[in-house]
């Protein structure tokens, strides 16, 4: 049983490959607008994962759908301070909300936390707890908070540019503290996690690479320094909580809300 397995996982891994190879080659060769592109590398993997897994489909759904509603709130912000920016003629649906957010932005933090917690129960966690943690109502607490907070600023304060190192701040506060936590309580979920930062970190720098350079997305804001790769530039902020930790993050916030620490 567990040979088959294992040669299952070696094969879904492949296909995973596969479908980021193929992105990639159509990304450089056609430059599709960013959302064509972006069904490569954020969306189509999930796909694959909820095809061929078996999940507890609403945990796995209700975590990556709050965890992305509280970030994208937090992203009115971001955008307010222009902390990221994405040119209209890359947007699918072409709708900007507050601040002029892109509604787009939420479906992608949504592929990318569901296309993390799947990594983490297809390949990672053996161990498939069904019920789900009585602590998700505390997200939902959380949810509310940073609504009122952002709203706060946003409508009450003549809020314009105000935040400097908007990324830095907003992502510091979102992604560090549950990461924090949960690592020192309970020290076992570092292998787990990095075995899940490593193929997200790799897929993730691919589409930032291949984004960067059809102009995707670009960073007109502050930031506390930057990278250089292949000729292109982003921020440091973009390197550290994007592609290195997010992947922990939104894995802590599934173990501590919504699965058992364990």
């Not at 299952?8 to 060769?29: E, P, Y």
């Not at 307010?80 to 649906?93: D, H, R, T, V, Y």
């Not at 936590?181 to 589409?207: A, D, E, G, R, W």
Request: glycine residues 4%; contains cysteine.
């Amino acid at each position: 049983d567990n040979l088959v397995m294992n040669k299952r996982l070696v094969f879904d891994g492949f296909v995973i490959a596969l479908i980021v190879i193929i992105g990639t080659i159509i990304t450089l060769k056609y430059e599709p607008i960013l959302w064509w592109s972006a069904a490569f590398f954020v969306a189509l993997p999930p796909v694959y994962l909820l095809l061929r897994g078996k999940f507890n489909y609403k945990k796995v759904f209700i975590t990556a759908f709050i965890s992305s509603l509280i970030i994208y709130i937090i992203d009115f912000l971001i955008n307010a301070s222009k902390g990221w920016a994405i040119p209209n003629e890359q947007l699918f649906l072409g709708w900007r909300i507050f601040w002029g957010t892109p509604v787009e932005e939420f479906l992608w933090f949504f592929f990318n936390f569901l296309f993390v917690i799947l990594l983490y129960e297809h390949f990672v966690e053996r161990e498939k707890v069904k019920k789900i943690s009585n602590h998700f109502k505390y997200l939902i607490t959380i949810l509310i908070i940073v609504s009122i907070i952002v709203f706060s600023i946003l409508f009450f304060t003549n809020f314009e540019n105000q935040i400097k190192y908007v990324y830095l701040v907003t992502c510091s506060i979102y992604f560090l503290p549950p990461l924090i936590y949960v690592l020192i309580k309970n020290p076992q979920f570092i292998k787990k996690f990095f075995l899940v930062t490593i193929p997200f970190f790799l897929i993730s720098l691919i589409h930032e690479i291949t984004a960067l350079k059809n102009g995707y997305w670009f960073f007109p804001g502050e930031y506390i320094g930057s990278i250089t790769l292949f000729g292109l530039n982003f921020p440091f902020e973009e390197f550290f909580f994007y592609l290195v930790i997010m992947a922990s993050s939104v894995l802590s916030y599934y173990e501590l809300f919504f699965d058992d620490m364990k």
